[in-house]
């Protein structure tokens, strides 16, 4: 993300902290109720991919190997990953993996 598309959601109060590698966006299940989003990392997504590729879909190794996310954050990423794999057959290794 950008360093000005990250001070305008500040500006907005859309992100709750910055520590220079995770942000938090602040998401809306209700219009009166915040609850914060993490944003995964370049190094956490590294993580995830080496440890689908090496693991497929055993989300708990794969959540060992990532070590900041859980997992049911590592199967919701995955799932989420495939989709959009699917939709763009961008990397059909990983593809195959996920699959």
Sequence with gaps: MKLEAIEELKEKGEIDSDDGNKLVRLGHAYPSERQPIEIWSIL????????VMKFGRDWK????VVQTKDAKQ???????????????N??????????
């Excluded at 956490?44 to 440890?51: E, G, L, N, P, V």
């Excluded at 190794?61 to 060992?64: A, G, T, V």
């Design 90 to 99: 961008f990397d059909p290794e990983l593809l195959e993996k996920l699959s």
């Design 61 to 64: 190794k794969i959540s060992e």
């Design 44 to 51: 956490q997504k590294k993580a995830f991919r080496d440890a």
């Design 74 to 88: 590592c199967r919701s990423r995955g799932e989420n990953l495939l989709r959009q794999l699917k939709k763009k």
